[in-house]
């Protein structure tokens, strides 16, 4: 008994757990987390490891070689959105011979922020914009988009703007004058979006983030703060989490 103790903890000694969540996860949807666990020691494997969350999700591994990592994947989903502890994980093992199960417990520090669930809508709560949301585009001259004009070359323009096929049949330079979309900013009002809740309401936004922000400015007013229009995934994750904190302080 003394020696399968001693086999049985040394076992799942060296063993260091981790969680790992995604970059987004929105409440209601199952997240997909990375559950690893890393084998410190230097000189056995351990055997029957099986990782298990606080949710109740588990990860059984037959075998974790000595100075490496395994991972695995498990699904969580939280019904609010906030801020959510990521809580503990046990590594649990019954070798060597399966009489006892023995454990360690770690907490996992910091937390994840879930955000609100996502709700279509059409509206930005914007007055006209909330007719066609994503619709308004104004043109300028640019660098991009299609070609509009020919016209004679000035001396300013860039010389890959230059057309050579038009130019070598004239006795001037020309050059190509290209048109550029510009889509107009989407700001979008939570108090004037559709919805009898506030839950509603920011649900409503988050889809509106969500769904434009890779391809046109987004800004929000919130509660009285006026978030400015900006585009792309780091901008878009900045204002979910704005939503997803709502209220919290």
């Given at each position: 008994?003394?020696?399968?103790?001693?086999?049985?903890?040394?076992?799942?000694?060296?063993?260091?757990?981790?969680?790992?969540?995604?970059?987004?996860?929105?409440?209601?949807?199952?997240?997909?987390?990375?559950?690893?666990?890393?084998?410190?020691?230097?000189?056995?494997?351990?055997?029957?490891?099986?990782?298990?969350?606080q949710t109740g999700q588990f990860i059984v591994f037959p075998v974790v070689?000595?100075?490496?990592?395994?991972?695995?994947?498990?699904?969580?989903?939280?019904?609010?959105?906030?801020?959510?502890?990521?809580?503990?994980?046990?590594?649990?093992?019954?070798?060597?011979?399966?009489?006892?199960?023995?454990?360690?417990?770690?907490?996992?520090?910091?937390?994840?922020?879930?955000?609100?669930?996502?709700?279509?809508?059409?509206?930005?709560?914007?007055?006209?914009?909330?007719?066609?949301?994503?619709?308004?585009?104004?043109?300028?001259?640019?660098?991009?988009?299609?070609?509009?004009?020919?016209?004679?070359?000035?001396?300013s323009e860039p010389l890959r703007m230059i057309h050579w096929k038009h130019?070598?049949?004239?006795?001037?330079?020309?050059?190509?004058?290209?048109?550029?979309?510009?889509?107009?900013?989407?700001?979008?009002?939570?108090?004037?979006?559709?919805?009898?809740?506030?839950?509603?309401?920011?649900?409503?936004?988050?889809?509106?983030?969500?769904?434009?922000?890779?391809?046109?400015?987004?800004?929000?007013?919130?509660?009285?703060?006026?978030?400015?229009?900006?585009?792309?995934?780091?901008?878009?994750?900045?204002?979910?989490?704005?939503?997803?904190?709502?209220?919290?302080?």
């Amino acid at each position: 008994m003394s020696v399968t103790g001693l086999a049985g903890m040394y076992n799942i000694k060296k063993l260091i757990p981790d969680l790992h969540p995604p970059e987004e996860i929105y409440a209601g949807i199952p997240a997909t987390f990375r559950l690893s666990v890393k084998n410190n020691g230097c000189y056995l494997p351990s055997f029957l490891i099986r990782l298990e969350c606080q949710t109740g999700q588990f990860i059984v591994f037959p075998v974790v070689l000595q100075n490496s990592t395994n991972n695995g994947t498990v699904f969580f989903t939280f019904n609010q959105r906030g801020r959510v502890p990521l809580g503990r994980i046990t590594v649990k093992s019954p070798y060597p011979v399966s009489f006892f199960t023995r454990y360690w417990s770690f907490e996992i520090d910091g937390a994840v922020t879930v955000f609100p669930h996502l709700i279509a809508t059409y509206s930005s709560g914007g007055g006209e914009e909330s007719q066609a949301t994503g619709a308004a585009l104004r043109r300028e001259r640019g660098l991009s988009g299609e070609l509009e004009r020919i016209y004679p070359y000035s001396g300013s323009e860039p010389l890959r703007m230059i057309h050579w096929k038009h130019s070598a049949r004239s006795h001037d330079l020309l050059v190509k004058g290209f048109g550029r979309c510009v889509v107009a900013p989407l700001m979008i009002d939570l108090d004037a979006l559709p919805g009898q809740e506030v839950e509603e309401r920011l649900s409503r936004a988050a889809w509106l983030v969500q769904r434009w922000v890779g391809e046109r400015p987004v800004g929000m007013l919130l509660g009285g703060r006026v978030l400015l229009a900006g585009i792309g995934k780091r901008h878009g994750l900045m204002l979910l989490k704005e939503l997803a904190l709502y209220g919290s302080d």
